[in-house]
């Protein structure tokens, strides 16, 4: 069973999202089965040997300084001739903004199947077909999907869905170099103006902790005390629909259905009532922790520490637990 | 400038059910209502056409008979034309098909320079038709855009957040744009309009006016198959702390303080 993913890179990085997709791989089929595919405008030596290391059989390379994310349909050419020459059955991505935009192209390209944001992957023993396990219609259910017959099964997959792959031994894989042919540059294909890194407290994506608020926040004013108890715990701040709908924080904080997914350590929910639609975006976090002066509120049936009281008493003692120049 | 906008129906409740026997979803059990991002897309394409002459704003949805209620919802807000592809053979179809079809509904219907549609849709949470249709139809895909400006003739610029930066790309048509949230909401219809939408003509297409086949629309010709629906566990039974004094105050504070602690070491 041969099995491929994509790696992304940022900044000249592997990304970790990258190292968790080889941990699936490494679950599905043996190590010698198992390619990476990297197409990058620069990704750096060493991070490329560790990623040799980190149990792939092969390292596949396009890198060109040229390469520019917001061109999909270019990307998903590669993605296409790298599969026709390597054949591989099982092909994944990272539920990622740009994942979840190249593997749908690249799958049209190549007439297949995909399936969205998994959190499980498992090959069946009698069939050797890869199932795809995603949740659905809000979390409420989860769904087990296989691609019977097309090639490759391709799968994005939810990032934080396992731990990332570590280094193996000393001696790495084969890193392949590949270029990308001139042809496929256009002039009229889309570009990337600009991209500005959010700052720490404003990346949900990629948080290791965040304070959530709902409308038990009351008021505007009341969100710099999240603010401040996520400043204290190195967290950052999502919200949900109710309070971006005010304009209390921007969209881009909205967690939920019509919102982000988030996979955390740890989730503090703070006035939250825990809305399928709310639940649906956050359910999977590690760690649950729900303040709510409602002891009925749903919330509570998700929570792994429910604190049943009032926020504003509540959180201003939580602060005080850690001073400000503790992470 | 000519614009299609791509729109589904979700169901309403949270109450959906699956067919036990495919897995797909059964949605005649609940209410239906359009799909809140793909009504930003249309919302953004009303307000990009309304200063250039000579345009036009087709809804296109695909679904059972009563998507006609979400095209005469579109209608009410701006579109022109409205396209409902309806067929028993079309139910079922995965994200593959259901795009194949809407790729040929776009080139029967167009041409267009845009083809706008939300994110995602609340149900099937996929977000993968809007990318596939473009690679169908060769166009270029941007994703999650939060502003869609023209800045002179075919080429326009859009903002996005991904998981880490805020980016702004430029593009020229013809493109497929999905929108989020941030793009903006729709306007609240006039009632004149309200009253003209419920008149105008739906044109009906089937999957044979779009060349398919029945055993080239519908599950049968899905590459992706539901095996089994599970229903997980959500309870997570966790410790509840009552805040009636100072202690149970100071009880929850330690255990929150354990909880991130703990995090802490692993």
């Not at chain 1, 005390?225 to 919200?239: D, P, W, Y």
């Not at chain 2, 690679?135 to 023209?150: F, Q």
């Not at chain 2, 089937?206 to 590459?223: C, H, V, Y």
Request: hydrophobic content about 40%; some cysteine.
């Amino acid at each position: 069973m041969k099995a491929a993913f994509f790696a992304e890179t940022a900044g000249g990085k592997i990304t970790g999202g990258a190292l968790e997709l080889l941990a699936w791989c490494r679950t599905l089929t043996a190590p010698e089965e198992i390619t990476a595919i990297l197409i990058t405008p620069s990704v750096g030596e060493p991070e490329l040997e560790r990623l040799a290391c980190s149990g792939a059989g092969t390292v596949v390379v396009y890198e060109d300084g040229r390469l520019d994310r917001a061109d999909t349909a270019l990307y998903a050419e590669l993605v296409k001739s790298f599969c026709e020459t390597e054949k591989p059955d099982v092909l994944l991505g990272g539920a990622t903004l740009f994942g979840r935009t190249l593997f749908p192209y690249a799958a049209m390209l190549m007439k297949t199947g995909l399936t969205a944001d998994c959190t499980q992957l498992e090959i069946e023993p009698e069939s050797g077909l890869l199932l795809q396990t995603r949740p659905a219609i809000g979390g409420n259910v989860t769904a087990v999907i296989k691609t019977p017959r097309h090639r490759p099964q391709m799968a994005t997959v939810r990032p934080h869905s396992i731990p990332q792959a570590q280094p193996v031994g000393k001696t790495g894989a084969p890193i392949r170099r590949l270029a990308v042919p001139d042809s496929l540059f256009t002039a009229g294909a889309p570009k990337t103006a600009s991209s500005v890194k959010l700052p720490a407290g404003e990346e949900l994506a990629g948080a290791k902790r965040i304070v959530a608020v709902g409308r038990g926040i009351r008021r505007k004013e009341n969100i710099r005390l999240a603010q401040t108890l996520a400043s204290r715990i190195g967290a950052a701040v999502g919200a949900t629909r109710e309070v971006v709908d005010r304009g209390w924080l921007p969209y881009s904080a909205q967690i939920g259905l019509s919102g982000k997914t988030v996979v955390p350590d740890i989730y503090i929910a703070l006035g939250i009532s825990g809305a399928v639609q709310h639940l649906a975006g956050m359910r999977t976090a590690k760690k649950i922790v729900a303040v709510n002066t409602d002891p009925e509120a749903p919330i509570f049936q998700a929570a792994d520490l429910g604190i049943v009281g009032d926020l504003f008493e509540v959180v201003p003692r939580l602060i005080d637990g850690f001073s400000p120049k503790t992470r | 400038m000519k614009i299609a906008v791509l729109l589904k129906q979700v169901p309403d409740s949270q109450a959906v059910r699956l067919d036990p026997e495919t897995g797909t979803l059964r949605r005649s059990e609940t209410d239906a209502v359009t799909n809140p991002l793909d009504l930003c897309a249309l919302a953004a394409a009303v307000r990009l056409i309304k200063d250039v002459p000579d345009s036009s704003l087709t809804a296109i949805c695909m679904g059972p008979s009563t998507g006609e209620q979400t095209l005469r919802q579109a209608l009410a807000l701006g579109a022109g034309r409205a396209i409902l592809i309806c067929d028993r053979a079309c139910a079922g179809s995965d994200s593959y098909v259901t795009a194949l079809i809407l790729a040929a509904a776009i080139e029967r219907s167009g041409p267009f320079d845009l083809v706008l549609t939300g994110l995602r849709a609340s149900d099937g949470e996929t977000g993968q038709v809007g990318p596939e249709i473009a690679a169908k139809l060769g166009w270029p895909v941007i994703t999650g855009a939060e502003s869609l400006t023209r800045i002179r003739d075919n080429l326009f610029e859009v903002t996005r957040s991904a998981e880490s930066e805020k980016e702004t790309l430029t593009f020229r048509t013809p493109a497929l744009i999905s929108v989020a949230k941030g793009i903006g909401q729709a306007d609240l219809p006039r009632l004149e309009r309200k009253i003209w939408a419920r008149r105008e003509p739906v044109t009906l297409l089937t999957a044979n006016d779009l060349g398919f086949s029945p055993d080239e629309a519908g599950l049968k010709a899905s590459p992706t198959r539901v095996v089994r629906v599970l229903h997980p566990q959500l309870t997570r039974r966790g410790r509840m702390v009552r805040i009636t004094d100072s202690a149970a105050l100071e009880q929850a504070r330690e255990a929150f303080t354990d909880l991130l602690g703990r995090k802490e070491e692993e």
